[in-house]
């Protein structure tokens, strides 16, 4: 895969995850459109991506470091409007398996989340 | 060398010359290094580390992109625009292995110094930080550069730690403003392309130039140093030939001044590398507390800085807590180091602060104290082996020892002139480098700086050159007549003051404040401002800085 490619998989996951509680929040929102911007994807793109969001499927990237800027950047994305909820816990945890990632590893994420946005 | 005085007071074991160079180039410096001391840390950067191999690697597979990918040849220049991170070695070690000549850029530079520095240089690459990459896309297209390299902070710190501290950075911190430079291609993808390219040798010889360090020289205009291969590598083992004596096993030292800055680059980055140190690379100094915590978690054994920043340090609570058990030696250089600055480091850490004193020009070093507890207190100490200083008056003769003059200085270190300048003037008729310092020598060879060059105004160890604020300042619309100079300052040592006189009545302070916000980097900006009704001026009209000075003076 090119890394554009991956770049397009990498958000279509994001995307998958945010509206996997049903709602696209406005800060979720926001978020997912710097990160299109950052991934340099066409807002056309992005647009036709969002629309399918319901029915996208988790690509599991080949690349290790992939993997754990994916679950990073998932557990980022849950936190952007608060605190990580249960069920957004359960939803990472359950991202982090199909990553092929451990509950240890989550965990490390949330903690190192938590200490560089100043939340612990 | 009749009036090398001055190597009587060497310590035991400092010879008065250096002999001839161990290596043929920093190429072969860095590889000699790299292979000696394979296995060991070489760089630390928020908790992550690589050893002397990984960055040889990795420089080496930088270096195939520049090659490869970028077309680069000997002799192109590169801009390198970052803090102190670990991309910053692999990208300087890598374009020194391509043959590139390295243009440091300081990060927090406005475009329009960014512009100047890169069309003077000539420059066809640049690394930037993502954080300052919108200054680069509003100045790109008056420039040649031709290909950007742009990394985040995180980008090398891998896994987890790497991506959330590129999304707290940007999203959290707000610290990445939004830019759009779609032919810019990021570093790790540059690192990961350069690993699957080949990398062919490049034949670099010692007069060949590796930098041009830009400093506002004694004009005012900022101009390239040109520094050579030999001219840093006669100073690295001047260097080593001063420290020897105080070296033992690995070395770990604390690199809070920035690589752009020619002492990180030359003393903590070159001489560190070539002895197999261990160099913890801090990012953000300023950051107090953060700095202090980093430092409780390293037995350290050498400290570099300038008088602000040991300062700062000695005014945190929490600094007397940390364990200096292992310190050796510390050195300030940039500017003065002050008296009860050094003594209060010694009370706190039980090690001796001695400063050393340098040029951009010099490749730094020229004269540093003794390190074996001989050092003056209050001067620059001695000239170091191979190194001739001397005083000389305004007619270019020689000075007797304890008369006061010009700082002038011969050595390998020196460099051969300014990038593209006329270069008359800037060295004497026996070839004597002209350093624009008044300074005197005593009866055992040590030197101290009597008075700063006539105008320039020193900033926490930064240059600043009242003509280049002044040019800035003149060019707003409501600015008649500008004159600017340097006023003392506890903090700072010295901080900059601009008196205006008003085209316009309607001009405000906060106006002038927003405008030099735009258009000065943070050190050179005024921190003082008065409006006057006229200026003092010569006969022929030229505005008298040395009046308003001595006007400051007497309040």
């Given at each position: 895969m090119s890394s554009k490619e991956v770049n397009i998989e990498h958000f279509k996951n994001l995307v998958a995850v945010s509206v996997a509680d049903g709602v696209l929040d406005e800060d979720e929102r926001e978020f997912l459109e710097e990160r299109a911007e950052e991934f340099g994807l066409p807002m056309d793109e992005v647009v036709a991506i969002i629309k399918t969001a319901h029915e996208l499927k988790f690509i599991v990237p080949d690349d290790e470091e992939d993997r754990e800027e994916q679950l990073a950047d998932i557990v980022f994305m849950s936190m952007v409007d608060g605190d990580i909820e249960d069920k957004e816990y359960q939803l990472c945890l359950n991202i982090a398996e199909r990553l092929g990632l451990k509950k240890v590893d989550l965990d490390q994420v949330i903690a190192l989340t938590q200490r560089l946005w100043n939340r612990s | 060398m009749p009036d090398s005085l001055w190597v009587e007071r060497?310590?035991?074991?400092?010879?008065?010359e250096i002999g001839p160079?161990?290596?043929?180039?920093l190429i072969d410096l860095f590889e000699t290094a790299s292979n000696t001391?394979?296995?060991?840390?070489a760089f630390e950067n928020m908790g992550k580390s690589l050893t002397y191999q990984e960055i040889d690697e990795l420089s080496t597979a930088f270096a195939a992109y520049l090659q490869q990918e970028c077309n680069l040849v000997k002799g192109d220049r590169i801009a390198l625009q970052m803090?102190?991170?670990?991309q910053y070695p692999i990208a300087l070690i890598g374009a020194i292995k391509a043959g590139l000549i390295v243009v440091n850029t300081n990060p927090l530079y406005t475009s329009r110094e960014m512009e100047h520095q890169f069309n003077d240089a000539e420059v066809k690459a640049v690394v930037i930080i993502a954080n300052f990459a919108h200054s680069l896309e509003s100045i790109l297209h008056k420039t040649k550069i031709e290909h950007v390299i742009v990394t985040k902070l995180?980008?090398?710190?891998?896994g987890f730690k790497g991506a959330l501290v590129n999304l707290v950075v940007k999203y959290?911190?707000?610290m990445v403003p939004a830019y759009n430079l779609p032919t810019a291609v990021s570093f790790n993808d540059a690192l990961s392309k350069g690993k699957k390219a080949t990398f062919n040798k490049v034949e670099v010889?010692?007069?060949?130039?590796a930098f041009l360090q830009y400093t506002g020289g004694t004009t005012g205009v900022s101009k390239g140093a040109m520094l050579s291969h030999n001219n840093v590598v006669s100073h690295t083992s001047q260097i080593i030939h001063w420290f020897k004596p105080q070296l033992s096993g690995q070395e770990l030292i604390i690199t809070a001044?920035?690589?752009?800055?020619i002492f990180a680059l030359t003393v903590n980055g070159i001489f560190m590398f070539a002895i197999g140190s261990k160099n913890v690379l801090i990012?953000?100094?300023?950051d107090m507390k953060g700095f202090v915590a980093e430092l409780k978690k390293h037995k350290f054994t050498l400290v570099t800085g300038v008088n602000t920043l040991f300062n700062g340090l000695l005014n945190n609570?929490?600094?007397?807590?940390?364990?200096?058990?292992?310190?050796?030696i510390t050195v300030g250089g940039g500017m003065a180091v002050q008296d009860f600055v050094a003594k209060k480091w010694r009370e706190v850490t039980g090690t001796v602060l001695v400063e050393g004193y340098g040029l951009s020009e010099t490749s730094p070093v020229l004269c540093c104290n003794p390190l074996d507890g001989s050092q003056r207190i209050g001067t620059i100490g001695l000239p170091t082996p191979s190194t001739q200083v001397a005083i000389f008056d305004e007619e270019g003769n020689q000075l007797p020892q304890g008369e006061v003059g010009e700082i002038c200085g011969k050595g390998p270190?020196?460099?051969?002139?300014?990038?593209?300048?006329?270069?008359?003037?800037?060295?004497?008729?026996?070839?004597w480098f002209k350093t624009g310092d008044i300074g005197v020598m005593d009866k055992d060879g040590f030197f101290k700086i009597v008075?700063?060059?006539?105008?320039m105004i020193c900033v926490s160890g930064f240059n600043v050159y009242p003509n280049e604020v002044e040019n800035v300042i003149a060019d707003?619309?409501?600015?008649l007549e500008v004159a600017v100079i340097g006023v003392k300052d506890a903090k700072s040592t010295e901080a900059v003051k601009a008196f205006i006189v008003k085209n316009?009545?309607?001009?405000?302070e906060q106006e002038l404040r927003t405008y030099c916000e735009e258009h000065l980097t943070g050190y050179k900006k005024p921190k003082h401002i008065e409006f006057r009704t006229e200026l003092p001026k010569s006969n022929v009209g030229k505005i008298l800085r040395r009046v308003l000075k001595e006007e400051e003076l007497a309040k």
């Open positions: - | 060497y310590p035991k074991g400092v010879p008065s160079n161990k290596y043929n180039s001391y394979a296995d060991r840390e803090p102190n991170m670990l995180g980008d090398l710190l891998g959290v911190k707000k010889k010692g007069e060949d130039v001044i920035p690589l752009y800055h990012t953000n100094p300023r609570p929490d600094f007397k807590n940390i364990d200096f058990s292992k310190l050796k270190q020196v460099m051969s002139g300014y990038w593209n300048k006329d270069n008359s003037g800037v060295f004497n008729d026996d070839g008075d700063r060059k006539k105008d707003h619309d409501k600015v316009d009545e309607s001009l405000t």
